[in-house]
DNA sequence: TCAAAAGTGTTGTTTATACACCCATGT
DNA sequence: ACATGGGTGTATAAACAACACTTTTGA
């Protein structure tokens, strides 16, 4: 697989190819983040059939008839978590996902963040999904850490896009209920950050940002003084 | 079209979608952006068949048999410009491209940066390629200033992305000769960014941000004082 | 009164911006 | 000597990073 990541194209030679057409297949996935007990979470499938069956994958699936890209990642997603209206974002398109299937299969992947109460899992016996830690991600049938396909690959890539968005959007509302404290906040950047930020330089700057404006109320966890309660400026994608 | 930006997606029912398969158009378009004279141009080619006969476009063709999404890019920039070894990524994958194709039809899009002096246009009569100024895009044959599919949304973005890019990473090398002048490299920068910048400013900026270094060699184009001339620091693209 | 999380300001450093004059050359 | 583009420094403002103590509550 090549990186999706700028690179300079090793200008192979044009010849022969290009001018033979064909009708690829066209799937479309959707990597599954969410922020639960400190962690950052990605939704996996076990898949029940060929290939790779057994190992652990990205949903996805192929592309309908009459359906737009963005409404088959919404549809995929519905289908996985049955949420709805949450940051759904276009990552990449894949050409060469693996060298099992056909040349020119064309795999367009998407991303969503997602509110982990807000999910229900769906029961299914054969093509089961769970949550996984980003830094604990299962082991092929054979017992190795890996992914079916290069999901490893786009895991990573991911995360990385994942990263960089929420240090100038707002995207992060839709990995939280409508109010939140600010440690839950704090919790969600520390854990897509993957390091421990500072409690005050963090409150100063996304008040500063404008993401987030704090409410009346306030909420009580447990022996401790109450946390006022806190609820985005706006759940639309902005960009800061 | 649904533009390439961040948005929520409105949730639709999933009823009756994505169950029926089938085997969409795969194309893949390159968004060949250049500098010259003062003004940031890109490629059009004037389409010599349906859909949209003698209206300008994007140049981009089908996807080839056992060609990677890359090489297909590629491809398609040697085939326009001659030019091979390029700054080539890409951008994003439409689904909808307009209404008058098949339903399914994807078009993955690329955009290249390349140097003007590079490049040699193909002679053709019934497709032919020409320059544009981002700003001066040609009318469709009704006469209205307009491109084929959504073309115009597909140039918005794409210059947009170029302009993130800039900020951050050194892929200007690949609109400039090997050795140039400070000014030069600041016309780069001031045709892609749409205004003016301070002399003093950008050049302490390139510097300290280590993309281009200074050589012995100096250049004289007129009745004025010799410039020295730059090069990369490195010729492979690079995030700073 | 203790433990546990919530809440709050100041200082120093780095980075970005604004701005004006002299230099080397050909005519 | 003059016109032309090449080349340079300083001062101010803004953004970011480091850092420690007090408050409120339940047990």
Not at 107 to 121: E, P, Q, R, T
């Amino acid at each position: 697989m090549q990186l999706p990541r700028a690179r300079d194209v090793t200008g192979k030679t044009a010849s022969n190819k290009g001018t033979d057409h064909h009708q690829p297949t066209v799937a479309v996935f959707v990597v599954i983040f969410t922020v639960h007990e400190q962690g950052l979470k990605v939704l996996l499938i076990r898949r029940g059939g060929e290939p790779f069956k057994g190992w652990w994958a990205i949903p996805g699936g192929r592309l309908g008839t009459d359906e737009t890209l963005d409404e088959a990642a919404a549809r995929k997603l519905v289908e996985e978590t049955g949420v709805r209206d949450v940051y759904l974002e276009q990552l990449y398109t894949f050409g060469d996902l693996d060298k099992t299937t056909p040349a020119g299969a064309v795999a367009i992947g998407y991303f969503a963040l997602v509110n982990y109460d807000s999910v229900s899992l769906p029961e299914r016996e054969d093509w089961p999904t769970a949550w996984f830690s980003i830094d604990e991600l299962p082991a092929s049938p054979a017992g190795k850490l890996e992914l079916a396909f290069n999901n490893k690959d786009v895991l990573d890539y991911a995360l990385r896009r994942l990263r960089y968005k929420l240090e100038y959007t707002n995207v992060a509302y839709s990995l939280l209920p409508p109010y939140f404290t600010m440690s839950q906040l704090q919790t969600v950047y520390e854990s897509i950050a993957g390091k421990k930020l500072d409690k005050r330089n963090f409150r100063k700057r996304v008040l500063a940002m404008g993401i987030v404006k704090p409410t009346e109320k306030t909420v009580l966890f447990g022996a401790h003084r109450p946390a006022k309660l806190y609820t985005f400026s706006s759940r639309q994608p902005q960009i800061i």
